[in-house]
């Protein structure tokens, strides 16, 4: 990736965070631009990649200097992080400082994603649904192909990685979040997590689809 960490595209920082890498304590950098439109979504204004970042890489350079002895690593999430072609440079320079790097990707780009692996000590994966799937969630396609093309290259390249799926009720049946389950340990994961979807922040359509969807399994109906 080419490009120098003052060209990350940087939407938010949180300076202290205890639950975006499990057991470390870190600084988290939310990217701007994803390729995806997931009907799950909580930061729609991530999304669109022509928004100028409004936290300047000099920031960052400064909270590092500070923490040394306080923070374990960064973690950079988004949006989509590996659609920045700066991201290799800012990873580079978090490791020089003496910090560990986390990703939290969805795996839309793979052969970005290889790129920046070896600087990469932890990832949190989405996989967000089986393949069939795939599109009904991120609304683009062939989404599953560059998800799954990238969690084998994370198993692959054996680097410490967790699993994550946003369950979300108004596509996925518990068959279909059991099947993926099965999938997944068969590819070779060790950690996948379910998360439960938050309605804060997604559109007033998806709120009400969520409703209803819980409704009707509170009711033990099917899906309509």
């Known amino acids: 990736m080419s490009g120098g960490p003052d060209a990350l595209e940087i939407a938010g920082l949180t300076a202290l965070s205890t639950c975006d890498w499990p057991g470390r304590l870190v600084a988290t950098l939310f990217l701007q631009g994803c390729p995806w439109d997931c009907t799950y979504c909580h930061n729609p204004s991530l999304i669109d990649p022509r928004t100028p970042g409004t936290v300047p890489w000099s920031r960052v350079r400064g909270l590092l200097a500070r923490r040394h002895g306080l923070l374990d690593g960064v973690v950079f999430s988004g949006g989509e992080p590996t659609r920045q072609h700066a991201l290799g440079a800012a990873m580079r320079e978090v490791r020089d400082a003496g910090y560990l790097v986390g990703l939290h990707t969805s795996g839309a780009y793979p052969r970005r994603l290889e790129e920046v692996l070896p600087l990469v000590d932890w990832v949190g994966l989405d996989i967000k649904a089986p393949a069939s799937l795939y599109r009904a969630i991120t609304r683009v396609g062939p989404s599953a192909d560059a998800a799954f093309a990238s969690l084998r290259l994370v198993l692959d390249a ?5 699993v994550r799926t946003t369950v979300d009720p108004t596509v996925l049946s518990p068959e ?44 033990g109906s099917p899906r309509g």
């Open 158 to 162: 054996s680097v410490d990685v967790q």
């Open 176 to 219: 279909d979040v059991t099947r993926l389950g099965s999938t997944l340990r068969g590819l070779g994961v060790r950690d996948h997590v379910l998360q439960e979807v938050r309605p804060d922040g997604t559109t007033e359509a998806y709120r009400r689809a969520l409703a209803d969807a819980r409704t009707r399994s509170a009711a």
